[in-house]
């Protein structure tokens, strides 16, 4: 049976979670991660996004277990687009980068054709997803961080990884168990970005 559908509710506590969450730095994420029935709720929480038209312009990627090591192969040959001339030992370091964390998902924008949905509110679609990642794994006590490095953006990384043409990644989100506490960062001066009409 279905849970109804909350559209509105006094959660102070879920207030006092969202100012202050934090990202955590990627190299404090370690073991253990998410179970697989863990993983499989922070994916279905993840797609609980707005998406105008219901074109659902995003897609999962799951990188766990071996996958990780395996990963890194497809990482060494993109890093060699970028820099053909890089050392072995460069080369091994850039073939880490997944096994950071014990989980990492990437999130893929596909969007979709549509007359009512522009590519724009696609886009923000995604970025929600990703954001909503970080947010349903903070929930179960995992750390998280929202990354795009070089590889988000290699042509070779992207293909090696099946996306299409008109696919690209909107990040990747690394998650485990914090390994410290992470710091709080300079916040924006609230005065200075709101204005009231």
């Known amino acids: 049976m279905s849970q109804p559908v909350i559209s509105a509710r006094h959660l102070p506590e879920m207030t006092d979670f969202l100012s202050r969450r934090r ?16 993983i499989e709720t922070i994916l279905q929480t993840a797609a609980r996004v707005p998406d105008h038209g219901k074109m ?28 053909p001339q890089a050392m072995p030992a460069k080369l091994e370091l850039e073939s880490e980068r997944f ?16 007359p009512k949905a522009p590519e724009w509110e696609q886009v923000l679609s995604a970025g929600a997803v990703c954001y909503n ?31 299409g043409e008109h696919e690209r990644f909107a990040g990747f989100v690394y998650i485990g168990t914090a390994q410290g506490v992470a710091e709080e960062r300079e916040r924006p001066d609230m005065a200075a970005i709101i204005r009231k009409f």
């Open 23 to 38: 990202s955590m730095k990627v190299k404090s994420i370690g073991e253990p991660g998410p179970s697989p029935e863990q």
């Open 56 to 83: 659902v312009p995003w897609r999962f990627i799951v990188f766990s277990g071996d996958a990780r090591q395996r990963v890194g192969e497809h990482l060494k040959a993109a890093w060699l687009t970028e820099d």
């Open 99 to 114: 096994l950071r964390a014990p989980l990492v998902i990437a999130v893929v924008f596909s969007p979709k054709e549509s």
């Open 133 to 163: 990642l970080c947010l349903a794994a903070n929930s179960m006590g995992f750390a998280t961080t929202w990354l795009t490095e070089w590889y988000a953006y290699n042509a070779a990384f992207a293909k090696a990884m099946d996306l």
